[in-house]
Nanobody
Protein backbone atom coordinates (compact mmCIF):
# COMPACT_ATOMS: atom_id res chain seq x y z
CA UNK A 1 0.00 0.00 0.00
CA UNK A 2 1.02 3.62 -0.37
CA UNK A 3 3.16 4.97 2.43
CA UNK A 4 4.40 8.51 2.91
CA UNK A 5 6.77 9.17 5.80
CA UNK A 6 7.82 12.69 6.73
CA UNK A 7 10.90 13.58 8.71
CA UNK A 8 12.99 16.60 9.57
CA UNK A 9 10.66 18.58 11.77
CA UNK A 10 11.73 20.13 15.03
CA UNK A 11 12.12 23.27 17.08
CA UNK A 12 13.88 26.22 15.49
CA UNK A 13 14.26 29.88 16.33
CA UNK A 14 12.62 32.52 14.20
CA UNK A 15 14.81 33.27 11.20
CA UNK A 16 16.18 29.76 11.13
CA UNK A 17 15.90 27.00 8.56
CA UNK A 18 14.66 23.44 8.38
CA UNK A 19 14.50 20.83 5.67
CA UNK A 20 11.65 18.37 5.63
CA UNK A 21 11.76 15.11 3.76
CA UNK A 22 9.03 12.76 2.65
CA UNK A 23 9.85 9.21 1.63
CA UNK A 24 7.28 7.49 -0.56
CA UNK A 25 6.68 3.82 -1.22
CA UNK A 26 3.99 1.64 -2.76
CA UNK A 27 3.34 3.92 -5.72
CA UNK A 28 4.83 4.79 -9.07
CA UNK A 29 6.34 7.92 -7.65
CA UNK A 30 7.13 9.69 -10.91
CA UNK A 31 3.45 9.57 -11.85
CA UNK A 32 2.34 11.53 -8.80
CA UNK A 33 2.22 15.20 -8.06
CA UNK A 34 3.32 15.87 -4.50
CA UNK A 35 2.15 18.52 -2.11
CA UNK A 36 3.04 19.88 1.30
CA UNK A 37 0.29 21.07 3.57
CA UNK A 38 0.29 22.26 7.15
CA UNK A 39 -2.14 22.46 10.00
CA UNK A 40 -1.81 24.62 13.08
CA UNK A 41 -3.84 23.97 16.24
CA UNK A 42 -7.43 25.10 15.81
CA UNK A 43 -6.96 25.89 12.14
CA UNK A 44 -7.83 24.18 8.90
CA UNK A 45 -5.26 22.31 6.89
CA UNK A 46 -3.71 24.72 4.41
CA UNK A 47 -1.77 24.41 1.21
CA UNK A 48 1.93 25.21 1.35
CA UNK A 49 3.40 24.09 -1.96
CA UNK A 50 3.17 21.44 -4.67
CA UNK A 51 5.37 20.02 -7.38
CA UNK A 52 4.49 18.25 -10.60
CA UNK A 53 5.31 14.61 -11.15
CA UNK A 54 8.37 15.44 -13.22
CA UNK A 55 9.49 18.24 -10.93
CA UNK A 56 9.37 20.97 -13.54
CA UNK A 57 6.42 22.89 -12.18
CA UNK A 58 5.84 24.20 -8.68
CA UNK A 59 3.49 26.54 -6.93
CA UNK A 60 3.49 28.11 -3.49
CA UNK A 61 1.14 29.74 -1.04
CA UNK A 62 1.73 33.47 -0.88
CA UNK A 63 2.67 33.16 2.78
CA UNK A 64 5.74 31.04 1.99
CA UNK A 65 6.72 32.31 -1.45
CA UNK A 66 10.37 33.31 -1.50
CA UNK A 67 11.11 31.46 1.75
CA UNK A 68 10.26 27.82 1.02
CA UNK A 69 11.46 25.60 -1.79
CA UNK A 70 9.95 22.28 -2.82
CA UNK A 71 11.98 19.71 -4.73
CA UNK A 72 11.86 16.03 -5.50
CA UNK A 73 14.18 13.21 -6.39
CA UNK A 74 12.29 10.62 -8.41
CA UNK A 75 15.22 8.22 -8.26
CA UNK A 76 14.89 8.20 -4.46
CA UNK A 77 11.08 8.40 -4.30
CA UNK A 78 11.41 11.48 -2.13
CA UNK A 79 10.12 15.02 -1.93
CA UNK A 80 11.68 17.79 0.12
CA UNK A 81 10.65 21.08 1.63
CA UNK A 82 13.47 23.49 2.35
CA UNK A 83 12.28 26.23 4.67
CA UNK A 84 14.20 29.45 5.22
CA UNK A 85 13.55 32.52 7.33
CA UNK A 86 11.05 30.68 9.45
CA UNK A 87 8.47 32.67 11.37
CA UNK A 88 6.41 31.77 14.44
CA UNK A 89 3.32 31.65 12.21
CA UNK A 90 4.93 28.76 10.31
CA UNK A 91 4.44 26.61 13.41
CA UNK A 92 2.28 23.64 12.42
CA UNK A 93 2.22 19.96 11.65
CA UNK A 94 3.50 19.56 8.10
CA UNK A 95 2.13 16.82 5.90
CA UNK A 96 3.20 15.54 2.52
CA UNK A 97 0.55 14.25 0.18
CA UNK A 98 0.42 12.45 -3.16
CA UNK A 99 -1.97 12.82 -6.05
CA UNK A 100 -1.98 11.00 -9.34
CA UNK A 101 -1.62 13.44 -12.19
CA UNK A 102 -1.56 17.22 -11.81
CA UNK A 103 -0.88 19.44 -8.82
CA UNK A 104 -3.68 20.85 -6.73
CA UNK A 105 -3.90 23.35 -3.90
CA UNK A 106 -7.00 21.64 -2.48
CA UNK A 107 -6.14 19.12 0.19
CA UNK A 108 -9.28 17.11 -0.60
CA UNK A 109 -7.78 16.26 -3.99
CA UNK A 110 -4.98 14.25 -2.41
CA UNK A 111 -5.84 10.65 -1.49
CA UNK A 112 -2.53 9.74 0.13
CA UNK A 113 -1.05 11.38 3.22
CA UNK A 114 1.82 11.00 5.60
CA UNK A 115 1.49 11.09 9.36
CA UNK A 116 2.93 14.59 9.62
CA UNK A 117 5.96 16.15 11.26
CA UNK A 118 5.84 18.96 13.79
CA UNK A 119 7.58 22.23 13.06
CA UNK A 120 7.77 24.72 15.90
CA UNK A 121 9.26 28.17 15.42
CA UNK A 122 10.07 30.06 18.59
CA UNK A 123 10.42 33.81 18.97
Amino acid sequence: QVQLVESGGGLVQAGGSLRLSCAASGLTFNSYAMGWFRQAPGKEREFVTAISNGGRSTNYADSVKGRFIISRDNAKNAVYLQMYTLKPEDTAVYYCAARLSVRSTDYTDYPYWGQGTQVTVST
